[in-house]
């Protein structure tokens, strides 16, 4: 079974602090690709990174930087410099041959 | 561009009922993905279309069924409503199928969502 596992339902950072959000997911593909999306209160998903598995470079948007560990199926999210905008829900997604697997989600909250 | 449209944005139903929702995805876009969010079970996968045939499927009862139109326009039905049902309902759209593109063609587009309560 394909899976992904978000382990930190809530979280809370300072703003312009840095916050690191974990996933970890289950396949047996070798080829797949990763993403992180967001969803602020206002429910409109939104990407935030996305990550190629037969890639060994971490992905790297602006703020957020992603940290792949392809053997530990690990693909933790980083936020740097938090702004009171990435107050959100955030998930976890991988997308191997067939579909897409969303984790649960963690709900950041950014404190002025 | 337009992005994903949704429509209607909410929905009130009492059990029993049928419902119809609707999604327009991008222009170009050929993959429409339909996804239940409930708090707690993040979303879960209802089905995929591509030029109008069912591609993938999750692990939905029969009571939720989809088609999409010529114009990659998409609409999922559910009949015999359950409180259970009471759900955000998003859809998305991407250029191509799931797993047979590059990166950039698989990526998710998701829509604002329709509010379903079933009373």
Redesign the interface.
Known sequence: AQTVTQSQPEMSVQEAETVTLSCTYDTSESNYYLFWYKQPPSRQMILVIRQEAYKQQNATENRFSVNFQKAAKSFSLKISDSQLGDTAMYFCAFRPRNQFYFGTGTSLTVIP | KAGVTQTPRYLIKTRGQQVTLSCSPISGHRSV?W?QQTP????Q?LF?YFSETQR?K?NFPGRFSGRQFSNSRSEMNVSTLELGDSA?Y?C?SSLEL??TAS?AK????????TRLSVL
Do not use: D
């Open positions: 993905s996804y707690g079970q993040g979303l996968f995929e993938n999750g955000l998003l998305a799931a797993g990166l698989n990526i998710q587009y998701f829509g604002a969502g």
